[in-house]
């Protein structure tokens, strides 16, 4: 049994018609050759996997910052929020998280709190591990204050072959740190602004487990 959960996670809603998609598509392709047919099996098992939507335990700490995905640090730097959040143009430290394919796709909150602001703009699709995804590409942007005040910002990014961002909160909702808040489907990458001063604990390459990973504390300062 404990052998069968760590392969078998449970799928989140959003994926079920993609699944049953891949299924049928499967079917048909068995009628026309089965090599195509195993092929198909191979593809709606990704998709299936994909989709997937394990528990997570969160650490416990108001002032942690947290991972909001699964996948990759591939940037590290100084960078303006975007602006339709309509927030300072101070430049703040952004974590970027890219998540390929393979990797689990549930959006998780990095702190708790009230979610101030949420914003959708349209854009183009590059790679998500590039630089210019951050101002170029699809995005929707969260802003979620803290009980001490403190903004968070954390900006889910369309890529090369994601083309649909699903966002699961609207403003005035409030969010615990680690839970579920969106996702995006088929490959992409998630920012987070860290507030003005702040270090992060993390570094480019690292491994990042959403809502698990601590990629900052907020009570630990930059070294001047």
Not at 114 to 142: C, H, M, Q, W
Not at 146 to 161: N, R
Request: hydrophobic residues 45%.
């Amino acid at each position: 049994m404990n052998m069968l959960s760590t392969f078998v996670k449970p799928m989140h809603p959003e994926g079920r018609k993609f699944v049953a998609i891949f299924a049928a598509i499967t079917l048909v392709l068995f009628l026309i050759w089965d090599v195509l047919g195993w092929v198909g099996v191979g593809l709606t098992i990704w998709c299936y996997y994909f989709f997937r939507d394990p528990e997570r335990v969160s650490p416990q700490g108001d002032s942690l910052v947290l991972s909001p995905a699964d996948g990759i640090v591939s940037l590290i730097e100084p960078a303006v929020p975007p602006s339709e959040l309509g927030l300072s143009d101070t430049p703040l430290t952004r974590v970027s998280v890219f998540m390929s394919v393979f990797n689990c796709h549930i959006n998780r909150a990095p702190v708790s709190g009230e979610i101030t602001a949420v914003s959708y703009r349209p854009g183009k699709f590059f790679n998500a591990s590039l630089d210019k995804a951050s101002s170029d590409n699809e995005r929707n942007s969260l802003v979620i204050r803290k009980d001490d005040g403190q903004d968070i910002v954390v900006v889910q990014i369309a890529g090369l072959v994601a083309r649909r961002i699903v966002c699961f909160v609207k403003p005035s909702d409030r969010v615990v740190s680690g839970e579920r808040f969106g996702l995006i489907r088929f490959g992409s990458r998630l920012d987070v602004y860290l507030p003005q001063g702040v270090a992060p604990r993390v570094s480019v390459g690292q491994t990042m487990i959403a809502g698990e990973t601590v990629l900052a504390d907020l009570t630990q300062q930059k070294q001047a």
